[in-house]
């Protein structure tokens, strides 16, 4: 066989392959069309889940904008609020802390690091009775903070008095409220501590200036004994007492003899010394519960609850003998002398204060009378 023909049946041969490729490839097309046609459909599927997804995606990013622009503004207004809540302790006159529930400071005022002399960086986030070198773990402050702010949702005006390292003894006035936040479910305690020592201070005085006024109201300047009102204030209210307790009572009136003499002949000083004298000699001769005053000029009274049977005579033998004891004092410039007038009232008949001075006034009269006649009767004799 020549090579020529070699070449054409090859080329035969090759035609029907390629022949019978054509017929297998014919017998592929539907499928191929089919296959084709499925996979154009899942690219469409695709192609949608790809777009619905990025839409999804898209929304969920929106979303998440906008709850990260949320969360901002409240972050921002919630430090505005900060800022401005601050704002507002820092201008309260009184020391005011805030802390958390578990009594930590979240914040102070100006006035509290001002007042108690205690730095910023010591103070917030530190637990109040750690402050100041436990300066303000003080009992009764446990007590309110421990016991009954858990029971109650405020308290006012709980006064109390500590002695502080740096500034010393403080009498305070404690306030307290609790506060709920419900964007955060937590809780906070404000403390208003108000600062009292002054006012105590003044009060105090004040008390005293009245106490002052009220004695010298009632207290004769001279001798320190009662005045008249005084007397009467008192001895009404010590008669009611020994009416009620039946009690008996006695009174004396005394003046002061020669008093006009030792005034015209020795001067008003020696007078006002006779004055003060015959009170010295009154409150050595009666007890200290006996009420005893000045009620005029040269005239004395002495009230005494539940006195003795005898009182009278023993008191005329006490007076005697204090008067005899004053008068032999040497240098003397005059002689001191009392008239009385003692009268003596039973629990079961009681008199007002006024009927017990005319009867014991009365009976003075009597004795100084009864004294300047026997003088008379003695120069005449002589």
């Given at each position: 066989?020549?090579?020529?023909?070699?070449?054409?049946?090859?080329?035969?041969?090759?035609?029907?392959?390629l022949?019978?490729?054509?017929?297998?490839?014919?017998?592929?097309?539907?499928?191929?069309?089919?296959?084709?046609?499925k996979?154009?459909?899942?690219?469409?599927?695709?192609?949608?889940?790809?777009?619905?997804r990025?839409?999804?995606?898209?929304?969920i990013?929106?979303?998440?904008h906008?709850?990260?622009?949320?969360?901002?503004?409240?972050?921002?207004?919630?430090?505005?609020?900060?800022?401005y809540?601050?704002?507002?302790?820092?201008?309260v006159r009184?020391?005011?802390?805030?802390?958390?529930?578990?009594l930590?400071?979240?914040?102070?005022?100006?006035s509290?690091?001002?007042?108690f002399?205690?730095?910023?960086v010591?103070?917030?986030k530190?637990?109040?009775?750690?402050?100041?070198?436990?300066?303000?773990?003080?009992?009764?402050?446990r007590?309110?903070?421990?016991?009954?702010?858990?029971k109650?949702?405020s308290?006012?005006?709980?006064?109390?008095?500590?002695t502080?390292?740096?500034?010393?003894?403080?009498?305070?006035?404690?306030?307290?409220?609790?506060?709920?936040?419900?964007?955060?479910?937590?809780?906070?305690?404000l403390?208003?501590?108000?600062?009292i020592?002054?006012?105590?201070?003044?009060?105090?005085?004040?008390?005293?200036?009245?106490?002052?006024?009220r004695?010298?109201?009632?207290?004769?300047?001279?001798?320190?004994?009662?005045?008249?009102?005084?007397?009467l204030?008192?001895?009404?209210?010590?008669?009611?007492?020994?009416?009620r307790?039946?009690?008996?009572i006695?009174?004396?009136?005394?003046?002061?003899?020669?008093?006009?003499h030792?005034?015209?002949?020795?001067?008003?000083?020696?007078?006002?010394?006779?004055l003060?004298?015959?009170?010295?000699?009154?409150?050595?001769?009666f007890?200290?519960?006996?009420v005893?005053?000045?009620?005029?000029?040269?005239?004395?009274?002495v009230?005494?609850?539940?006195?003795?049977?005898?009182f009278?005579?023993?008191?005329t033998?006490?007076?005697?003998?204090?008067?005899?004891?004053?008068?032999?004092?040497a240098?003397?410039?005059?002689?001191?002398?009392?008239?009385?007038?003692?009268?003596?009232?039973?629990?079961?008949h009681?008199?007002?204060?006024y009927?017990?001075?005319?009867?014991?006034?009365?009976?003075?009269?009597?004795?100084?009378?009864?004294?300047?006649?026997?003088?008379?009767?003695?120069?005449r004799?002589?």
């Amino acid at each position: 066989m020549t090579s020529e023909d070699k070449t054409k049946k090859q080329l035969v041969n090759e035609v029907n392959f390629l022949q019978k490729l054509v017929k297998n490839l014919e017998k592929l097309k539907p499928l191929l069309k089919n296959k084709t046609k499925k996979l154009r459909q899942a690219n469409e599927t695709f192609e949608e889940r790809v777009e619905c997804r990025t839409a999804t995606e898209r929304i969920i990013n929106r979303q998440l904008h906008a709850e990260i622009e949320q969360r901002k503004q409240a972050e921002q207004a919630a430090q505005d609020a900060r800022e401005y809540a601050e704002s507002i302790v820092d201008t309260v006159r009184e020391p005011l802390l805030v802390l958390d529930a578990d009594l930590r400071v979240i914040s102070a005022s100006r006035s509290f690091y001002q007042t108690f002399k205690v730095k910023l960086v010591k103070t917030e986030k530190h637990h109040i009775y750690d402050l100041g070198n436990h300066q303000w773990d003080i009992p009764q402050l446990r007590h309110l903070l421990e016991n009954i702010i858990p029971k109650s949702t405020s308290f006012d005006e709980f006064e109390v008095e500590h002695t502080f390292p740096n500034i010393g003894k403080r009498i305070m006035l404690l306030n307290a409220r609790k506060i709920y936040r419900e964007a955060n479910n937590t809780q906070l305690l404000l403390l208003a501590i108000e600062d009292i020592t002054e006012r105590k201070h003044l009060e105090k005085e004040l008390r005293k200036t009245q106490e002052e006024l009220r004695v010298l109201s009632i207290t004769d300047t001279l001798t320190g004994l009662y005045n008249r009102r005084g007397f009467l204030t008192l001895a009404q209210q010590q008669i009611k007492m020994a009416k009620r307790n039946k009690q008996d009572i006695g009174l004396l009136f005394a003046d002061l003899d020669n008093m006009k003499h030792i005034n015209d002949s020795l001067g008003h000083q020696d007078g006002d010394s006779a004055l003060v004298e015959a009170a010295n000699i009154l409150k050595a001769s009666f007890r200290e519960s006996d009420v005893i005053a000045r009620i005029g000029g040269d005239e004395f009274a002495v009230l005494v609850i539940q006195p003795h049977k005898d009182f009278a005579q023993i008191l005329t033998a006490r007076l005697k003998e204090n008067l005899d004891k004053c008068n032999a004092e040497a240098n003397r410039r005059y002689a001191l002398s009392l008239s009385t007038g003692i009268v003596y009232c039973d629990a079961d008949h009681q008199r007002s204060i006024y009927e017990l001075l005319s009867e014991a006034d009365k009976l003075m009269y009597d004795q100084k009378l009864t004294r300047k006649e026997h003088s008379s009767e003695t120069k005449r004799d002589w």
